[in-house]
């Protein structure tokens, strides 16, 4: 049987909003605390207790919204969902069901390495809610009590629902990848998936083409995916098992029930969990305790004005104005926001953008990953790396000499100038170098006649007698001025 | 003294010129509700020690003349709906039968402020479900006026303390009657506010967005004292409104001369007691005498409001008992498996009719069901809100029966809550519109059981109730008639 395979991914995507307090009660949403210490009636569902909305949360919500070029819902609203868990406190969660604050919006990606083509994604909603709090288990099998902790219960999560759009686990990845670095630049949330405050789930299935005829197979969620890699190698895990399951069973999607899989990292497979009969009916409806948010243009505007620019934007920004490659911009804006700030502070006034590129890639980042710090913590100041660079740009500090500087300033904290003098190394003059070469020429008749006879490889020695009489002077300088000075006379 | 037929404004007057003290007067209520609360049993608990340190402690103010509050030594009772901080709160069901909260409802807290004695927790149909205070776990509450009948629900306790001289004042609270239909059984004033006048922060919730905490009272100038020290904006409670509230004592006094009252004639029809029928004419007449214009109305969608809010309060309801999981503060049944506590622990510690409204809000906002029942009983809602409006622009407030017919006998409703839910015909409406209502008592049937008159105005408008309901307090005695 021959027809076209392709795989269709839809990902759901819950980010805890970085807000001081929860959702609908003054509580803190500080990570780690000992269990059950941040509640209060409302985040208890204590009977009588009343939820109030926080603000903040509302705000850092629109702001995704407007960066997912999302429409705003000027009258949103909350509903429950209705399910029992024993840490879901209320019995029911205060979600948004039928009017969320964002919907319809959209996100471009644009692979520079092109390992796939241009790709605009759907985000269909994006919905405020308040999260659960976290169930520990007896493991050892021992039956012992199960454990609830409810400091995170109430803390607001905003949960992106993107359209069946992607079509490869790498796709996905690269979705994830440019969400995360988008919700980093606005700062709402930390984005950690180790302490959950990023969590991804995944729907896929497959379309099969077999002449005008498409076959979709049923629809799977996966669950419990702990990195970005993890969303990748679990979709195309899935895309192989359901294009075996279908080779054997020929189901579709209206003949098999919707399946929930948990990936398990380790043996590198999903695993069900369980088939839509069994799931629940949420009985959403509206949140009595409630009311309506009315959001307003000018609210919009000014949120809006916060936002600054998009990495996209700021991708193209470095291309257009520094002259960098599709390749060197991504790498500096997946940085992050402040590192392309840093970038742009010192390339502007050095004006060669490949150059501070270069140095910001190679010494920057590698010291920045060794020391798992972030550019806000980086040693060296914007003012220390200009004049670092002008050196370098000038000739006066040669690149790998210079490498030993930049190294001796970030490791320990030295001024350009003390890295230099413990080094021994200073910088030569315009006047001193042309006095050098005068002289290297003077004393070397011999020699020029044989670089005015053709033999330029002959200049290599004149370079090595001018070091000996300065270090610091850079070859490339001396051979430019060699043969200047030659054809000046 | 017989301190047990004196109203609030009477007991405050004594209080405040040392007359009386705090400690004798709250003594007084507690030693009357120890002899009669066995049989009339309104009370689930009484705070005998809180209530007696509180009260010296206020003697003690006084005595160092110190200010107190404006109801300095005046005790109340508390429906046991309404959370009270330290001392236990059921709500009359058996699943919160050891809950004491952390917390005070923002009325009661305003109380303590006020210094009013908070002298006991009263009687209810479990989680306000009902409307006859007869409980399943806790026993039946007997009206005063006579204890072979119900006081009515599901406030019931509050009715039948402060009827039977337990207590001058109480809270209650009024889902779809659950404050007027007691208080028109026990010969009382009781007021349900407009939504959002009264926080709700503490309620312990039934029906979230129909239920309003308010007074029950000897007469519509006690009504307006306890309004005025609960009602106003609460930022706990995202639907209290932020409106200012009203003087409303001050405005007890002014004439209803020229005030235009509306009168539903489907309200005197089918299905009224012909007493009662009587009784409102006379008291029509009453107010007619006293200026008031008396003008014919129309609320073409009343007929469906019963039905509407039997969709809509389970359907709230099936969401805000879920917490009680057995999880947390609740009771919880032994059990092996979590399914199992679930089931067991919401079987075992709810109440039938609890159960029956929780299944029939379950199933009514299930999946395929929704559109059927919850969104069509809103849109009846709609068209009753518009009903009101649309007669609330003619006239100045509607004037009409509260219930049916007077205070049942016990065993009445047991088998039968369908015709307990009809009864509920002239009070659901003023909870789904959420306008403000009033009952006030206007006379009695032949068997010297209260007959109440139902006041429904506009929103935000319960001075001008209250002013209606004290000019006709004014000029009649039905308001300080006593049982016996």
Same mark, same amino acid.
């Given at each position: ?289 409630? $009311? /309506?948010?009315?959001?307003?243009? !000018? &609210? *919009? ?8 620019? +998009? ?92 490498? $030993? /500087?930049?190294?001796?300033?970030? !490791? &320990? *904290? ?8 413990? +080094? ?66 | ?484």
């Amino acid at each position: 049987m021959s027809c076209e395979k392709a795989t269709i991914i839809g990902l759901e995507v819950h980010v805890q909003l970085d807000t001081q307090s929860k959702l609908f009660c003054g509580c803190s949403t500080r990570f780690g605390a000992p269990p059950n210490t941040h509640i209060c009636p409302v985040c208890l569902g204590a009977p009588g207790a009343l939820p109030v909305l926080n603000r903040q949360a509302l705000d850092l919500a629109i702001q995704v919204g407007l960066a997912l070029n999302c429409e705003i819902e000027t009258n949103t609203k909350w509903d429950r969902k209705n399910y029992f868990y024993p840490d879901l406190p209320k019995g029911y969660q205060i979600s948004q069901f039928d009017r969320p604050i964002c919907a319809n919006g959209y996100l471009d990606l644009i692979d520079p390495e092109a390992h796939f083509a241009d790709r605009r994604v759907q985000i269909e909603r994006a919905h405020l809610e308040e999260d659960a709090g976290k169930s520990s288990h007896d493991e050892t099998g021992a039956g012992g009590s199960s454990k609830i902790d409810l400091n995170r219960a109430g803390t607001p999560l905003l949960e992106i629902v993107t359209r069946p759009d992607l079509r490869s686990g790498t796709e996905a990845k690269a979705f994830l990848t440019e969400l995360k670095l988008i919700l980093s630049n606005l700062q709402v949330s930390d984005c950690n998936m180790q302490e959950g405050s990023l969590r991804v789930d995944a729907n896929v299935n497959l379309h099969l083409a077999e002449g005008d005829r498409t076959i979709a197979t049923p629809i799977v969620e996966i669950k419990n995916l702990n990195s970005f890699r993890a969303v990748q190698r679990a979709i195309d895990f899935e895309s192989e098992r359901q294009w075996k399951q279908w080779q054997e069973d020929g189901r579709t999607i209206d003949q098999a029930a919707k399946q929930t899989r948990g990936w398990d990292d380790e043996s590198g497979q999903t695993v069900l969990q369980r088939t839509k009969e069994d799931s629940a009916d949420y009985r959403y409806f509206p949140e009595p305790d409630l $009311a /309506v948010v009315h959001t307003t243009v !000018e &609210q *919009r505007e000014t949120i809006g004005k916060k936002i600054g620019p +998009l990495p996209s934007q700021q991708r193209a920004e470095l291309i257009s104005a520094y002259s960098l490659s599709a390749y060197d911009a991504g790498v500096l804006v997946q940085q992050g926001r402040r590192f392309v700030d840093f970038f742009e502070t010192i390339a502007r006034p050095l004006d060669d953008g490949k150059l501070v590129s270069n140095w910001l890639q190679q010494e920057v980042l590698r010291y920045l990953k060794e020391q798992q710090a972030d550019i806000d913590q980086f040693p060296v100041s914007t003012e220390q790396f200009i004049a670092f660079l002008k050196l370098i740009q000038s000739g006066k500090l040669d690149t790998s000499r210079g490498k $030993a /500087v930049m190294q001796k300033m970030m !490791e &320990q *904290r030295l001024s350009l100038e003390e890295s230099m003098e413990q +080094l021994g190394i200073a910088p030569v003059e315009d006047d001193e170098l042309a006095a050098i070469c005068r002289q290297v020429i003077e004393e070397n008749p011999d020699i020029i006649q044989q670089i005015r006879e053709g033999n330029t490889k002959a200049v290599g020695n004149l370079i090595g007698q001018a070091k000996q009489i300065n270090r610091n002077v850079d070859p490339a300088l001396v051979r430019k001025q060699i043969l200047n000075f030659m054809k000046t006379g | 003294m017989d301190l047990s037929s004196f109203s609030a404004h009477q007991l405050i007057d004594l209080l405040d010129r040392q007359e009386l003290s705090a400690a004798d007067c709250v003594g007084y209520f507690l030693a009357r509700t120890d002899d009669q609360n066995p049989e009339l049993n309104a009370f689930l608990t009484v705070a005998h020690e809180s209530a007696m340190d509180q009260a010296r402690s206020i003697d003690q103010r006084r005595q160092r003349g110190e200010t107190v509050g404006r109801m300095a030594g005046l005790p109340v009772a508390v429906k046991d709906g309404i959370c009270t901080e330290g001392i236990r709160t059921t709500a009359g069901s058996r699943m919160l039968e050891e809950f004491v909260p952390f917390y005070n409802a923002t009325a009661v807290q305003r109380l303590l402020e006020a210094d009013a004695i908070l002298i006991g927790k009263t009687m209810m149909d479990e989680f306000g479900m009902g409307s006859s205070t007869e409980n399943p776990h806790f026993g039946n509450t007997r009206n005063p006026w006579d204890p072979q009948r119900v006081a009515g629900g599901s406030s019931g306790g509050s009715a039948a303390a402060v009827a039977g001289g337990l207590a001058p004042l109480a809270l209650g609270s009024d889902t779809g009657g659950s404050i007027r239909q007691p208080a028109a059984f026990c010969g009382l004033t009781g007021l349900k506010p407009t939504y959002g006048r009264v926080s709700r922060y503490g309620l312990i919730a039934y029906a979230s967005s129909l239920e309003q905490i308010g007074p029950i009272t000897r007469s519509a100038q006690d009504a307006a004292l306890l309004m005025e020290i609960c009602a106003g904006h609460d930022p706990s409670d995202s639907t209290s409104a932020q409106r200012a509230v009203d003087d409303y004592t001050h405005q007890l006094d002014s004439d209803i001369q020229g005030l235009r009252i509306g009168v539903c004639r489907d309200h005197f029809g089918t299905g009224l007691d012909s007493e009662i029928g009587v009784a409102l004419q006379e008291a029509l007449n009453v107010l007619q005498s006293l200026g008031a214009k008396l003008v014919d109305i129309e609320l073409p969608h009343a007929s469906h409001a019963v039905a509407a809010y039997y969709v809509i309060a389970p359907c709230e309801a099936s969401a805000n008992l879920a917490r009680f999981d057995g999880v947390r503060y609740t009771r919880r049944a032994e059990s092996s498996s979590l399914d199992q506590m679930y089931s067991r622990t919401r079987s075992e510690f709810f109440g039938q009719e609890v159960k029956r409204r929780i299944l029939l809000g379950t199933f009514a906002l299930s999946s395929g069901y929704y559109d059927q029942y919850y969104r069509k009983a809103s849109q009846i809602r709609r068209l009753v809100k518009h009903d009101f409006d649309t007669a609330l622009a003619e006239v100045d407030l509607l004037v009409g029966p509260t219930t049916p017919g007077t205070a049942l006998p016990i065993g009445q409703w047991e088998d039968d809550p369908l015709s307990m839910y009809l009864a509920d015909v002239y009070t659901v409406s003023a909870n789904l519109a959420g306008i403000p209502a009033l009952s006030i008592p206007c006379g009695t049937d032949a068997n010297g059981l209260p007959i109440g008159m139902q006041l429904q105005g506009r929103p935000f408008a319960e001075s001008t109730l209250l002013q209606v309901a004290h000019q006709y307090q004014q000029q009649t005695d039905f308001h300080t008639r006593r049982p016996d």
